[in-house]
């Protein structure tokens, strides 16, 4: 089972954190600090903005547009939609989605709140990877540029048993997810057996996946998940994903602390 890890348990939360990033690349997180009521405010903004009929939402982001603002179906994912801000860390990428898609002034605010928790969250993570590691304390993660993600499943009685989002890692450092709180689907690949385990959701939770940049950052040291998510019930899914990416303009490079003889740097910038 994809390992639980309690924030308000703080001894051995940074050993917890650095373990489950090692065996799992992906661990769930309760008492995050994020309160429940602004957890649910922003699943309600994802529903509202993504229930806008598909004309709309595709007007709102007309292709080969810089950074793609809604992500229709695909032949690939077809019950799976998606509105994207590319950078929370640039004021125009984010006023751009906000006048494209019509946010109102109440879903900004929570919009807004919801993805700085979200990001402090991430960031505290960070720290205790970098402690976790026996890193200097320096901010490595800082201006690390981060794109939040909304995510709609169709699910229907005629979905059950597809496919919502195929088989993938993710690309940045660390994703950290609001899943669904009543309808499962998300799966993960266990590191050591190949198995596909279920990460069933716990209500009030929060989900960290580790992604490709993280692999190559810890010189190898962190699991890169793959995971995917089925549809097993016939009810909409919704998840609200915030991607920190890699650094700006730079390589992704392992610290050279985390290279010795029996751990050579396995990923050349
Ligand atoms: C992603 O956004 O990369 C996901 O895999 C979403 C996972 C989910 O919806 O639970």
Redesign the pocket.
Known sequence: RVPIIDMQELSGLTEKIVKACEEWGCFRLLNHGVSLKLLSEMKTVCRSLLDLPLEIKKENSPPGHAGQIYRPPNEANRYFEGLSISDMTSPAAVDDFFTQVGVTPQQREIILKYSQALHDLAKYLGGKIVEGLGLSGVDRFKDWPCQF?M?KYNYSPETVGSIG?IM?S?PGFL?V?Q?DELVNG?EVVNKFTGDLVSVDPIPGTLVVNLGDVAKVWSNGRFYNVK?R?QCYQPNIRI?I?LFVLGARDKKVEAPVELEDSEHPRLYIP
Do not use: I, W
């Open positions: 993600q995510n989002a993938h993710d994703t997810l899943d998300l995971h998510v998840s994903a």
